[in-house]
């Protein structure tokens, strides 16, 4: 599969956005089957955009708002338009988005979705490329009800990769879109099948942690009742943890919380929790992602040279499976979260850095900062992966 990266600050003359896009994807030859995948900035007219784009682009375009972008050959911005053109002959591509999800139409919405999508493929898709919203009300899905929709629909294991859209910390004007249609709760997907081999890894940035272990022994989805034999802002209060109650997602993000999860099978894993609200009359605590109970929670603390270690780390690995496999990898899509953004202050420069460093030459990547990234991670015991949804995590998949 082929792919080239393509970029534009434009965004409030969209004639001249589409202009300069077309421009420079004049010498990218399309093949048989091709798609765009685009990030934009949260003041993009996306659906005028697209009008522009299908008159010459007679493909998907499947994407979401996202609080800044990383590419080859342009480097880090946080303003503009960026798309990836993937192309082949033998590869094919299939793209569709819900309806607005809450959580009683969830299952069967996202079941609907993906079979009609599915039904435009030739053979099984090898990678669910998915971008959700931000679960900011009671009836509103989180990230990790997402993945069990989509396993639930799709009936076997695929690996299943995206981001929460993203804007300027706001969470406001964060927007998924497909071709002409946006919405801020809907789940966009991108089903590629055929002749590619998807290398996936994932690395998350928190290797410091506090004094903050507790057992969830009450729990319902993403919110939290109790840690212990106590509420959950008892437990706060108990570790000296200062407590604003309300939406506090921007206050506690270089400190998310440490989830560690155990399978049937004898697997446990982390994954980080980015918590969003604190409600003091109900002393619960409500996060972007599930946190079932029996589980294990924990702190930890992000700093700026472990967030530079793990995008090491992270290319690193994905070199080691190119370089292990016989299939040629042209094609890399990397996902990464919003407070390692914060995180590198003056720096925001370094994980774009890290993947010029490297991946190999002639390697096309796109990035986006996300509020959230759905990426596999492999079990301590068995090895198998496991389809979740993290914070604070470098993710990339290698096509």
């Known amino acids: 599969m082929d792919s080239v990266v393509l970029y534009t600050e434009e965004i409030d003359d969209l004639n001249e956005a589409a202009k300069e896009l077309f421009d420079q994807a004049k010498k990218f030859p399309l093949k048989k089957n091709s798609v765009a995948l685009l990030y934009a900035e949260e003041e993009t007219d996306l659906t005028s955009l697209y009008a522009l784009l299908s008159e010459q682009w007679k493909f998907p375009v499947v994407g979401c708002t996202a609080m800044a972008m990383f590419l080859s050959g342009v480097g880090n911005r946080s303003i503009g338009i960026s798309v990836m053109l993937m192309t082949g002959d033998d590869v094919f591509f299939a793209a569709g988005m819900t309806r607005g999800l809450n959580r009683d139409n969830c299952d069967e919405e996202i079941a609907r979705t993906y079979a009609a ?85 994932e690395v998350n940035s928190i290797e410091n942690r506090a004094n903050f272990t507790y057992k969830v022994t009450e729990s319902n989805r993403n919110k939290v009742f109790r840690l212990g034999d106590g509420t959950f802002l008892e437990a706060l209060k108990r570790e000296n943890i200062v407590i604003k109650t309300g939406t506090i997602i921007n206050d506690y993000l270089l400190s998310p919380f440490i989830l560690t999860l155990s399978y049937d099978n004898g697997d446990t894993v982390e994954v980080a929790r980015t918590i969003f609200m604190l409600d003091a009359e109900t002393s619960t605590g409500t996060f972007l992602g599930s946190i079932p109970e029996g589980s294990i929670l924990g702190v930890g603390i992000i700093n ?62 796109l990035g986006m900062y996300g509020n959230g990234e759905f990426c596999p991670i492999r079990g301590n015991k068995t090895g198998e992966y496991h389809n979740l949804f993290h914070n604070f995590t470098f993710a990339m998949v290698a096509l």
């Open 304 to 365: 700026r040279s472990d967030v530079q270690k793990s995008v090491e780390q992270a290319c690193d690995k994905i070199v080691e499976a190119i370089n292990s496999s016989p299939k040629q990898y042209k094609t890399l899509l990397c996902m990464t979260c919003c407070a390692r953004f914060l995180a590198m202050a003056s720096n925001t420069d370094a994980e774009l850095n890290a993947c010029r460093e490297r991946l190999p030459s002639g390697m096309s990547f």
């Open 117 to 201: 999508i599915k039904a435009q493929l030739p053979s099984e898709e090898k990678l669910i490329l998915t971008f959700g919203g931000m679960p900011m009300e009671e009836d509103h899905i989180s990230g990790d009800e997402a993945i069990a929709a989509i396993e639930k629909a799709c009936g076997k294991h695929v690996p299943i990769f995206g981001a929460l859209a993203s804007d300027g910390f706001t969470c406001a004007n964060a927007r998924i879109f497909c071709n002409g249609k946006t919405n801020a709760h809907s789940q966009a997907f991108l089903l590629i099948a055929g002749a590619v081999d998807p290398q996936v890894i």
